[in-house]
């Protein structure tokens, strides 16, 4: 097909209401609630500012470089096992969870019409 066919082709769009925002065919889904999408991110951002003070009290308490702490002089390689394990677990933990996530809804991805190149 011409591209200059495919410009010249009119496109029909229907009206949009202001009062409902625009949805699919047959969908039944709303906005999310506030209260529902502070219950959901509560959980987490507890969790990661428990941790925040965690962290903030153990760098009071223990004030020393890691590599200056005698366990870490008797056995040098283990400071560097310690650093990656931080490093790395966290995220392979993510992913363990989002693949779980995943694994656990099959057929909860892209819709078919769009697979199919249709908007």
Do not use: F, N, Y
């Amino acid at each position: 097909m011409d591209q200059s066919a495919i410009l010249a082709k009119p496109t029909a769009l229907p009206p949009l209401s202001s009062a409902e925002p625009p949805s699919a065919p047959g969908s039944s889904l709303s906005p999310p609630s506030v209260a529902g999408l502070l219950r959901k991110l509560g959980l987490p951002w507890a969790v990661a500012l428990a941790v925040s003070a965690l962290l903030v009290a153990a760098g009071r308490h223990w004030p020393d470089p890691l590599l200056a702490q005698p366990w870490a002089q008797a056995r040098p390689e283990l400071p560097l096992q310690l650093a990656l394990a931080l490093v790395l677990l966290p995220p392979a933990a993510m992913a363990a969870v989002l693949l779980r996530r995943l694994v656990a809804a099959p057929g909860r991805g892209e819709s078919s019409d769009c697979a199919q190149g249709e908007r």
